[in-house]
């Protein structure tokens, strides 16, 4: 049977993209369907735009910092708007970089909604098209609150978009977007209450780490309130109230809820195809992304396995490469570092202490100290490392990380940790001095023992 394409893919985002430039670089007939914005999430409506509205929150420590080290930086109120538009103008080149290298690569564009009509088959914008292969790339959206008074909050995509910044903030989760907007909301001068049922944020990371950003948060001036749920939310008087379980009530006047995301497969046709989801709603896949149906793939975060945006990548290449190439190529994706941009930010890699000690004895090394700088500016901000070390192979089977310039340090330990490192590996490497980051090498007295061993 001929084919208008050999490959369609259904979203513009990081790993769509990928995925259509590669397979088209292989020969492949290609096309690509966007209905929202090119570059997906990450560039318009996550970590680019989040991570610019980071910076502009340190600029105000930075110039409060200034006065230990002999300057005196005066302040001004911060000018919201201004940062909005020049967020916004790098985002609109981005939108243009990620057209013009579909474009150049003869990948074929539609700025329409796709929708799936059969295995090889799509309505796209009311036109139809067939393909011999089917990738789904359509990412996720925020998980819109259910409580009553949800109608008085904003989601993660709003924020991006305020037309003035607000005095007084309640954010609603601990999760990474929850905690990276309260650094933003804190720096540039809002009053921020930061609400979640987790005594600490960011579930599922190590407890270090969490016990950390939760000190951090707090000198920070960000009120935490943790262990807490949300009841309901009203509004009187032009302000908002969120009401807690235990009673409180938090006056505020903008409620954000960043309560995680949910994978986009909203009116993308499933059924009539009989794609298959799995019991999250993201739909399922095997290796390579391949659905229930063999003409169909998906990847990225519409899989809802590894919601990040160098995985997605990684995995539209790969499954370009092994459609139309010599074979995938050989991603590790079972140890891929990530990074919080919190202030501070925490980055981490590996197993967590807890999961590493499911497995067996594991020796744990730990510095806390006051950074450098601030030994100078007397600011109330710790870093903390910690190594996790299979005990029977030496191996570093975990690293961690919160304080100034985490994530860069975090990408280069990543790969000493694929590569399989044991802790003399770090031993017998001479550190930067003075760096903070010499102190993963320099870390010689073990904490404690996690694990079986130590329990015995």
Not at 61 to 77: C, L
Request: aromatic share 6%; with cysteine; net charge negative.
């Amino acid at each position: 049977m001929s084919y208008d394409f050999d490959l369609f893919v259904i979203g513009g985002g990081s790993g769509g993209v990928r995925c259509a430039r590669i397979a088209a670089g292989l020969g492949a007939r290609v096309g690509v369907a966007e209905a929202r914005f090119w570059g997906g999430t990450c560039v318009n409506v996550g970590c680019v735009p989040k991570k610019l509205m980071v910076m502009a929150a340190e600029y105000g420590n930075t110039a409060a910092d200034s006065a230990g080290f002999g300057w005196g930086i005066a302040t001004t109120e911060h000018d919201w708007q201004a940062l909005i538009d020049s967020k916004n103008a790098e985002i609109g080149r981005l939108n243009g970089i990620y057209t013009r290298l579909l474009t150049g690569s003869n990948v074929e564009i539609f700025e329409a909604f796709a929708r799936l009509t059969g295995p090889h088959s799509l309505d796209v914008g009311g036109k139809t098209i067939t393909a011999e292969r089917i990738v789904i790339a359509t990412g996720g959206k925020p998980t819109a609150p259910e409580f009553p008074g949800a109608e008085h909050c904003i989601v993660s995509d709003d924020a991006f978009y305020l037309p003035h910044r607000p005095r007084r903030i309640a954010l609603l989760g601990g999760g990474y977007i929850a905690v990276e907007f309260a650094g933003i909301f804190r720096g540039v001068g809002s009053e921020v209450d930061l609400i979640m049922r987790q005594p600490f944020p960011l579930r599922g990371f190590d407890e270090d780490l969490r016990t950390g950003l939760n000190e951090a948060l707090i000198a920070n001036g960000v009120r935490v309130h943790g262990g807490s749920a949300v009841v309901k939310v009203t509004a009187e008087h032009g302000a908002k109230q969120v009401h807690l379980d235990d009673g409180t009530v938090i006056e505020t006047d903008l409620v954000f809820a960043a309560l995680g995301r949910t994978p986009a497969v909203d009116g993308l046709g499933l059924d009539a195809a009989s794609v298959a989801l799995n019991d999250k709603g993201a739909i399922a896949v095997g290796e390579l992304g391949v659905t229930n149906v063999p003409s169909i793939y998906a990847i990225g975060d519409v899989t809802d396995r590894q919601n990040l945006t160098p995985v997605a990548i990684a995995e539209g290449h790969s499954l370009a490469e092994a459609l139309y190439g010599s074979g995938p190529r050989a991603w590790d994706l079972d140890r891929v570092a990530t990074a919080v941009f919190s202030i501070p930010p925490l980055a981490t890699v590996g197993l967590t202490e807890a999961h590493a000690a499911k497995q067996g004895p594991v020796d744990i090394y730990i510095s806390r100290f006051t950074p450098m700088r601030h030994t100078l500016t007397g600011r109330l901000r710790k870093t903390m490392m910690k190594l996790v070390v299979d005990q029977a192979s030496q191996r570093v089977v975990g690293a961690h990380m919160i304080g100034e310039d985490a994530p860069e340090i975090m990408q280069g330990l990543s790969i000493a940790i694929n590569a399989g490192a044991t802790k003399g590996d770090f031993d017998r490497t001479v550190g930067i001095h003075p760096t903070a980051a010499e102190e993963f090498v320099t870390m010689r007295t073990r904490t404690r023992v996690a694990g079986m061993l130590a329990d015995e």
